[in-house]
């Protein structure tokens, strides 16, 4: 038997921890949360932890370790609790306590959950009753299927210590010109599939572009990071746990007809290569009443001195699109060096925080959905703050698609 494991289940036998139990908050400006009794897996813990983790850390999936029974979670109590403690688990990259919007299918942790998770770890990570188990909620999936776009082949990524981002140059999933109101991505091997971004490109000569890249490598696609290689624009992002995404009512992004599109897919290699071959289903419309778009605010301004912990990049533009807009949804965007960013606007002489990524992980990005849309004015001043920790560099990083470079950018999906 494992010996931490042995360890835990004596602690666990010699009873509950002294009550009441409790926690400082992870969210500022909240209350002290107090638990009656130490947490059980059979009462509150399994639960959690299959509806909050179980998509990734499940047998075959992304994680490195299940979570699936007591047996395998115990062991990991300590661990788990400082995880969540830190927001670096479950994945999910804007701030989430309150004081800058609210998300959509939010998968943070509430200051309740966090408490009980690292209760449950202080108390020894007790089982309660013993065999209990839980199932993992179905994931989110489409209602319709229109169109699958499909690599082709099988691609298996190298064995390397670092991992390999992939693009594969798909069919057109529409002779016509069409809309994209909603994607499920299918991972072909879930164990090394991280997050999964679809591109269009701008015009028919980036995709000649594309085609030239696929040619002049050996094997399915060719290697990408951080974009495409070619001028393109995201119109889907998945990373797993997502399940299916449908995009708000009514609305959808356009698809040109008969453009070929491009899958860039990121795996990691942690738990092995495997041969992986994922698709998309899209599902597509016609028309809809309320046509959508990624627009981005950017700025290539970017010379980050090696070295040091925290470089701000600013940058300020004034909007002048001539009336009130509407924000669905944000995309953050930067690379390795990241540390967080804060998207900002001034609108009708209010303060509106549109975004807060505290702590930026280039491996999680998502694109992210409001509850409710925010309505911005059409000369709305917007700010976008980018911070970067370059202590690992030896010489300045700029602006630009490469490993080595940066980016700071947020794709913002928004309709009239």
Do not use: K
């Not at 107090?34 to 639960?47: H, K, R």
């Not at 609790?81 to 688990?89: F, K, L, T």
């Amino acid at each position: 038997m494992d010996m931490r494991f042995l360890m835990l289940t004596l602690l666990a036998a010699c009873g509950p921890a002294p009550t009441p139990l409790t926690y400082a908050p992870t969210c500022a400006d909240v209350d002290d949360v107090t638990l009656a009794t130490t947490p059980t897996w059979s009462g509150e813990v399994g639960a959690l932890v299959a509806d909050r983790c179980a998509s990734c850390h499940g047998a075959g999936g992304i994680a490195p370790f299940p979570l699936d029974t007591y047996a395998d979670a115990a062991p990991m109590a300590g661990a788990i609790a400082a995880a969540v403690e830190s927001r670096r688990m479950p994945p999910w990259l804007p701030a989430s306590c309150g004081d800058c919007q609210t998300w959509a299918h939010d998968r943070s942790l509430t200051d309740l959950e966090i408490a009980t998770l690292r209760a449950w770890s202080d108390g020894g990570a007790p089982e309660g009753t013993a065999g209990a188990a839980f199932d993992a909620p179905a994931p989110r999936a489409l209602t319709r299927i229109d169109a699958t776009i499909d690599p082709g082949a099988d691609y298996t990524p190298p064995e390397a210590a670092e991992d390999t981002y992939r693009c594969f140059l798909t069919d057109a999933p529409s002779a016509t010109d069409t809309f994209l109101t909603g994607y499920e991505v299918l991972p072909g091997e879930s164990s090394v599939v991280h997050h999964v971004i679809v591109y269009q490109p701008v015009d028919d000569a980036a995709v000649a572009s594309a085609v030239a890249l696929d040619a002049g490598e050996a094997g399915e696609g060719w290697t990408c990071y951080g974009g495409t290689g070619v001028y393109a624009e995201p119109v889907a992002i998945w990373a797993p746990g997502a399940g299916a995404t449908v995009y708000p009512e009514g609305t959808g992004l356009p698809l040109a007809g008969g453009r070929r599109l491009v899958l860039q897919v990121h795996y990691n290699v942690e738990n092995g290569t495997s041969p992986d071959r994922t698709r998309v289903d899209l599902t597509l419309a016609p028309t809809v009443a309320t046509p959508a778009l990624l627009s981005s605010v950017a700025t290539s301004d970017i010379a980050l001195p090696p070295g040091e912990p925290a470089v701000q990049v600013d940058h300020v533009e004034t909007l002048d699109v001539g009336s009130d807009f509407r924000v669905w949804g944000l995309a953050p965007h930067m690379h390795e060096t990241g540390a967080n960013l804060v998207f900002s606007a001034t609108s009708h002489g209010e303060e509106v925080c549109l975004v807060d990524v505290p702590v930026w992980d280039f491996h999680w990005q998502g694109l992210y959905f409001y509850e409710e849309p925010l309505t911005l004015a059409g000369d709305s001043e917007l700010r976008l703050t980018c911070v970067y920790d370059t202590t690992g560099r030896t010489e300045t990083t700029y602006a630009g698609e490469g490993t080595a470079d940066e980016m700071c950018l947020v794709y913002a999906y928004v309709s009239g």
